[in-house]
C-alpha cells in the first residue's frame, strides 16, 4: 500500500493534548501546522479517495474536520478534495450539474476555479488600490525602496 500525505483543515484550532488522543484513537500519525487549524495526516492505502475515505471513518467523530485534501497533485496535476456536505447541499450541486449537463464533481471543479479566480482579481483589485494610495503621498522611488528593503530583510 502507497502512503498518502493528506491536509485536514479543521474548523478550530486543536492543542496537543487532543492531537494525541486523536493520534491514539485513529492510529494514524498527524503532524500539527503551527496555529493549530491544520494537520497533515499519513495514511496507508490503494489511492488517495481510500485514503480520505479512512481518514473520515477515523477522525470525523474525534476532529473537527472542515475539509481534506492532498498535499501533492496527482498526475493529473490536480489536488483531490474531499468536502463534507449534507443532503440537501449535495442534491442541489446535482441538480446544478445536471442543467448545465456535467458531473458533480465537473459543477464543483467549475465553480471552485471561478471562486479562486475571482479572489485573485480582488487581491490584485485591492492591491492596486493600496498601491495608489502609497503614490498619493510617496513617490514611486520611495514605494519601490520601501518594498526592495522589505523583500530583503
Not at 479543521?10 to 496537543?16: G, H, I, P, Y
Not at 491544520?38 to 480520505?52: C, D, S
Not at 479566480?117 to 480582488?122: K, M, W, Y
Not at 520611495?142 to 522589505?150: D, L, N
Amino acid at each position: 500500500m502507497t502512503l498518502h500525505a493528506i491536509e485536514n483543515a479543521l474548523t478550530r484550532s486543536v492543542e496537543a493534548v487532543e492531537l494525541r488522543a486523536a493520534q491514539q484513537e485513529s492510529a494514524l500519525p498527524l503532524a500539527a501546522v503551527g496555529d493549530g487549524k491544520r494537520l497533515v495526516v499519513l495514511v496507508p492505502a490503494k489511492n488517495e479517495r481510500r485514503a480520505m475515505r479512512k481518514i473520515w471513518k477515523r477522525l470525523e467523530d474525534v476532529l473537527p474536520i472542515d475539509v481534506l485534501c492532498t498535499l501533492f497533485p496527482g498526475p493529473d496535476g490536480k489536488y483531490l478534495m474531499s468536502i463534507p456536505m449534507s443532503e440537501e447541499i449535495h442534491d442541489r450541486i446535482r441538480s446544478h450539474a445536471a442543467a448545465e449537463q456535467k458531473t458533480p464533481e465537473e459543477y464543483l471543479q467549475q465553480a471552485i476555479a471561478q471562486a479562486l479566480a475571482r479572489d485573485r482579481s480582488t487581491r490584485q483589485a485591492q492591491l492596486e488600490c493600496r498601491l495608489n494610495e502609497l503614490l498619493n503621498t510617496y513617490s514611486a522611488e520611495e514605494v519601490a525602496g520601501a518594498a526592495a528593503r522589505q523583500i530583503t530583510t
